[in-house]
């Protein structure tokens, strides 16, 4: 089954603490995402990826962390969290060769730092 | 840089009433736009897209959305609402060549029987 998953699903941690969020797809596809959901704000881009080493900062970068040294895997990294990154976490991939430009999304994982 | 606006934060809306859901977007040539619903826990799941050509779009769950240039508008809606429509709705927007995607704040739709 094509999927998007995400590890764990809920985390509640400590701040300063360091800790990473897992996703993976098993679809081949080259582009993925992170973003955070918050109330009132919707999906905000954290980083996205266009290929494996190909990283770049998406709308609210500040305090994460991401590499991708598989195509498949795409882990975020709180390396110091903070309160004001308590929120609900989505993984996305999509095909840079499909037309559709449609991206898959993970279960999502709810973070909570206190 | 693209952006989206929904300017329903909730709706209620009666099972078997129709339902319709405004987005409206701001980029300055054809965006590709999207609808996703979330229900509750879940993640998010593509309901219908727009690229090019036909304004009106299909999508699933009986869904269809229109896009209207003149009016920056890709509004979604549904002649008869069940209550597993009972979801928050996002609305987003890309740009051709682009992957970035920007979503609206989402709106909220309770369904009451």
């Known amino acids: 089954e094509a999927q998007v998953t995400q590890n764990p699903r809920y985390l509640i941690t400590v701040t300063g603490k360091k800790l990473t969020v897992t996703c993976s797809q098993n679809?081949?596809?080259?582009?993925m995402s992170w973003y955070r959901q918050d109330p009132g704000l919707g999906l905000r881009q954290i980083y996205y990826?266009?290929?494996?080493?190909?990283?770049d900062k998406g709308d609210v970068p500040e305090g994460y962390k991401v590499s991708r040294k598989e195509k498949r895997n795409f882990p975020l990294i709180l390396e110091s969290p903070s309160p004001n990154q308590t929120s609900l976490y989505f993984c996305?991939?999509?095909?840079?060769?499909?037309?559709?430009?449609?991206?898959?999304f993970g279960p999502g994982t709810r973070l909570t730092v206190t | 840089a693209q952006s989206v606006t929904q300017p329903d934060i909730h709706i209620t809306v009666s099972e078997g009433a129709s339902l319709e859901l405004r987005c409206n977007y701001s980029?300055?040539?054809?965006?590709?736009l999207f609808w996703y619903v979330q229900s509750p826990g879940q993640g998010l799941q593509l309901l219908l897209k727009?690229?090019?050509?036909?304004?009106l779009v299909q999508g699933i769950k009986g869904f269809e959305a229109e896009f209207k240039r003149s009016q920056s508008s890709f509004n979604l809606r549904k002649p008869s609402v069940h209550w597993s429509d009972a979801a928050e709705y996002f609305c987003?927007?890309?740009?051709?060549?682009?992957?970035?995607?920007?979503f609206g704040a989402g709106t909220t739709v309770t369904v009451r029987a």
């Open positions: 996305a991939s999509s095909s840079r060769t499909a037309p559709s430009y449609e991206q898959y």
């Open positions: 990826s266009m290929n494996v080493e190909v990283t």
């Open positions: 987003a927007v890309g740009a051709p060549n682009d992957y970035k995607l920007s």
């Open positions: 980029y300055g040539a054809t965006p590709y």
């Open positions: 679809m081949n596809h080259e582009y």
């Open positions: 727009y690229f090019s050509g036909d304004t």
